[in-house]
């Protein structure tokens, strides 16, 4: 089948076949019908040689005809068409507004009122302009006379929402898009998935070109532009040269990315993407507008009562994890001193980063008390988390209280209060659950009802209720996989470090709105993460917590012989340093190990760290008094 559809492609596109049927538009009636059926086969490719053909004057007879075609070979042929009326050749361009008036498709509205101020109209152009412009009105039941600039913003609108004819066909790889070069048509081929973001963008730079100053079009073709890379499998966030911008016929060599645009444009545009992408629950481009934010917005510039600033405060709802919490790190940099709303959901979404590498927590809720509790036993064998209850209020209330990030949601079918498809929407209603993954346990005889609650549902799988849990960890991973996410991971880990690294510099300050209490148990849970670099880092933010809990789990880290010689240096200087803070808040026990390691641990190194954090603490004589002591040798 592919080669048949390369055949057939390569039949449309051939140039001797266009023009053969071309020259038998001249011919009879019947063999006129056939030329245009076949050229209609050729669709866009035809219309290139037919605007070629109207310029020579040897075949001026022929022209009738060859016009009569050109509205026939259908909606492919618009595109092209709308770049011939860029034409210098009066009868070209009077001729081709005809054309798109009988064609019909709003798509080629802006380009007609764009042609209608040129000043080299001729009257009858003029005429077939505002003509095309009213059928096209009828047709479409859209008005469609509008400034230029506005007419360019509501058609790049529909390109990149790739709404109902401008959407490229999803049965072919490639798209064109066609440019009007010396009085030639040429196309440059990009693959369909990108080619409503390119031609958005395209439709975004005709209106800047109308009205400088339209800001609905610089922040649509930003939009477009994150969108594009995105989808050529470009990492949004980076501002480095990537070999994916080579399938984009479009781009030149060494073409900026994303970002440095969105980083030009300044924060207003910044905002007005990510509204964009809040709005549509776009990930990708909401990724690429805060990555702008955070390196070229201030407090002042990220938050405010203006209208246009409030998208970065709604990315901390939005359904997607990784969005809410460098959504939460850009506002945590900021430092913002003065209260905004939203401000309170930045400290628990960190903390929701600072568990992305860590243990997998996961709720169960089946009203079977002996599945309940073997699945439950099986999670945390496996050292998974588990809040396991009979019902899902009681589930979601241990979890609220007792986990940061909920790495998947597990229902059974015979649940009742609320029932399962019930329980599936109120889920999805709440941002933090919108996209977490949920296996449905389908029970004896219930099958049904996972049926029942799959209809419409993503990132939903039914298993037997008789899985075992590494079965549903595997379905989980799944459903994040294939929605752009997964469980653990070095990402995740860089997240979580980018979180510490944030709440270090709320810590440092001390006097900005955000309070970062919330995020206490998180960065005493992080202590005893692997990644030693994680560990080192949510330490010095516990030293400056003024936590009696986060100096003892220092402490604890510290003294522990299971921990390579490095973390605990790192963790008896954090000690230290929490000392200074917020003086002694260790058990007795604590100290008496503490002293002892400062005494005599037989690594020195280990031994004056120690014994650095002990003076820190500002023990009473007799701890101070020992070690001395210790050293007599009569």
Not at 347 to 374: F, K, S
Not at 546 to 554: E, V
Not at 620 to 630: G, M, P, Y
Request: hydrophobic share 40%.
């Amino acid at each position: 089948m592919d080669l048949i559809h390369e055949g057939e492609f390569r039949q449309r596109k051939s140039e001797s076949r266009i023009l053969d049927n071309i020259d038998k538009l001249s011919g009879s009636p019947q063999t006129e019908h056939n030329a245009i059926s076949r050229l209609r086969e050729s669709g866009e490719y035809a219309v290139p040689e037919l605007i070629v053909a109207l310029k020579d004057p040897s075949r001026e007879q022929a022209w009738p005809r060859m016009i009569r075609a050109l509205p026939k070979l259908g909606k492919q042929a618009v595109g092209p068409l709308v770049m011939a009326l860029g034409s210098t050749d009066p009868n070209v361009r009077r001729n081709v507004a005809w054309a798109l008036g009988e064609l019909g498709y709003p798509q080629a509205t802006p380009y007609l009122l764009k042609t209608l101020g040129a000043s080299d109209n001729l009257p009858e152009t003029k005429q077939n302009i505002l003509a095309a412009l009213e059928a096209i009105e009828q047709t479409s039941a859209r008005t469609q006379h509008a400034s230029v600039a506005d007419a360019f913003v509501r058609l790049a609108n529909d390109f990149y929402n790739e709404s109902g004819a401008l959407k490229a066909d999803p049965r072919v790889s490639t798209a064109n898009v066609w440019y009007l070069e010396d009085e030639s048509l040429v196309s440059k081929k990009v693959p369909t998935e990108i080619f409503g973001a390119v031609m958005a963008m395209r439709a975004c730079e005709e209106a800047l070109e109308a009205d400088p100053q339209n800001r609905h079009a610089i922040s649509l073709w930003l939009a477009a532009n994150i969108r594009r890379e995105a989808r050529l499998g470009m990492d949004v966030e980076s501002a480095e040269a990537d070999a994916g911008v080579d399938a984009d016929g479009t781009r030149g060599e060494d073409y900026p990315r994303s970002v440095y645009f969105s980083r030009a444009a300044g924060p207003m545009y910044c905002h007005l993407v990510l509204g964009r992408a809040v709005a549509d629950g776009d990930k990708d481009v909401a990724l690429g507008a805060i990555a702008a934010l955070d390196v070229v917005a201030g407090s002042r510039s990220l938050i405010g009562t203006e209208d246009y600033k409030q998208p970065l405060v709604s990315a901390l709802r939005f359904p997607d994890a990784e969005v809410r919490i460098k959504a939460a790190i850009a506002l945590a940099r900021a430092l913002p001193k003065k209260p905004f709303a939203g401000s309170d959901l930045v400290a628990p979404t960190l903390a929701e980063a600072l568990q992305l590498g860590g243990t997998t927590q996961i709720v169960l809720v089946d009203a079977d008390t002996g599945n309940l509790n073997r699945l439950a036993s099986e999670f945390r064998s496996g050292g998974a988390e588990v809040a396991a209850e009979l019902s899902l209020p009681a589930a979601l209330g241990r979890a609220r209280r007792e986990f940061q990030f909920i790495a998947g949601i597990v229902l059974s079918t015979n649940m009742a209060s609320p029932k399962l498809s019930e329980a599936i929407e109120t889920l999805r209603n709440e941002y933090r659950f919108a996209r977490t993954p949920i296996i449905i346990l389908s029970h004896d005889n219930e099958a049904y009802r996972a049926d029942e609650a799959l209809v419409g549902r993503h990132v939903v799988e039914a298993v037997e209720a008789k899985a075992s849990s590494p079965e549903i960890l595997k379905e989980i991973e799944d459903l994040l996989s294939e929605n752009g996410s997964e469980l653990g991971g070095s990402r995740d880990t860089s997240l979580a470090l980018r979180a510490a690294d944030a709440l270090k510099l709320l810590a440092i300050d001390g006097h900005t709105v955000i309070d970062i209490t919330p995020t206490i148990p998180s960065l005493i849970t992080d202590l005893a993460e692997d990644d030693e670099a994680l560990r080192v880092r949510v330490a010095q933010v516990l030293a400056m917590t003024s936590s009696a809990n986060g100096q003892r789990a220092i402490c604890e880290t510290a003294l522990s012989e299971d921990n390579p010689a490095s973390v605990r240096i790192s963790m008896f200087d954090a000690l230290a340093e929490a000392a200074k803070h917020q003086g002694n808040d260790l058990e007795s026990q604590q100290i008496e190990r503490l002293v002892k390691q400062a005494m005599d641990h037989k690594d020195l190194s280990l031994r004056t760290a120690a014994s650095q954090a002990l003076g820190a603490l500002n023990l009473k004589v007799s701890e101070a008094s020992e070690i001395i002591r210790s050293q007599h040798q009569g």
